[in-house]
């Protein structure tokens, strides 16, 4: 593939040669990104004229942007939605069943108490378990997207997702803190 034959209108899959699918090897997406990124890197365009320069910084960015979207299981997710006209809501559809919102409450509480007592310990007891839920929701993301093209119950797991990434994202937080 040449830099020329990037078409901007591509969508991600197409890009790095995947079908539209929320599984994909991600280690030949690895391999593909180092191969288109090499033959976009803007170092490989430093010699031409500044509007050929942009063109190339901007194929460079949309390889990025891509690999990015697609290595990341929740942002694939988000992406495939949007593919099928899809809106995931996060932003304004909050409600979930209650037994998750209940886990959720607790495991924030856990957080907190961890890292108030300093308890390295527990905060990777409450990583561990809450990496085994997420892949559990991404499994059933998978099934819902790829087998049943159960779009609405997908962006229903999107939207849990996104709270398990926020909590990954405060036991990371606490793990700074009891760091300090």
């Known amino acids: 593939m040449q830099p020329d034959n990037l078409d901007f209108q591509q969508n ?61 299981p929740l942002q694939r997710a988000r992406y495939l939605l949007s593919l099928h006209g899809v809106d995931t809501q996060e932003a304004t559809n909050t409600v979930m069943p209650l037994d998750f919102l209940t886990a959720q409450m607790e495991w924030r509480e856990a957080v907190i108490e961890a890292q108030q007592a300093m308890d390295s310990a527990a905060l990777e007891q409450l990583e561990a378990r809450i990496a085994h839920e997420t892949q559990q929701l991404e499994a059933q993301l998978a099934v819902r997207i ?6 609405a119950a997908a962006a229903g797991l999107v939207r849990k997702l996104r709270f398990m990434e926020k909590l990954a994202e405060e036991i990371h937080a606490a793990f700074d803190e009891i760091d300090l």
């Open 12 to 72: 991600h899959f197409q890009l790095f040669g995947f079908s539209p699918s929320f599984q994909i090897d991600t280690a030949q997406l690895e391999q593909r990104y180092r191969t288109l990124q090499a033959l976009v890197h803007p170092d490989k365009s430093a010699h031409l004229p500044d509007a050929e320069q942009r063109v190339a910084m901007q194929r460079a960015t949309l390889v990025n942007e891509a690999y990015r979207t697609l290595h990341n």
């Open 146 to 151: 790829d087998a049943e093209q159960d779009y």
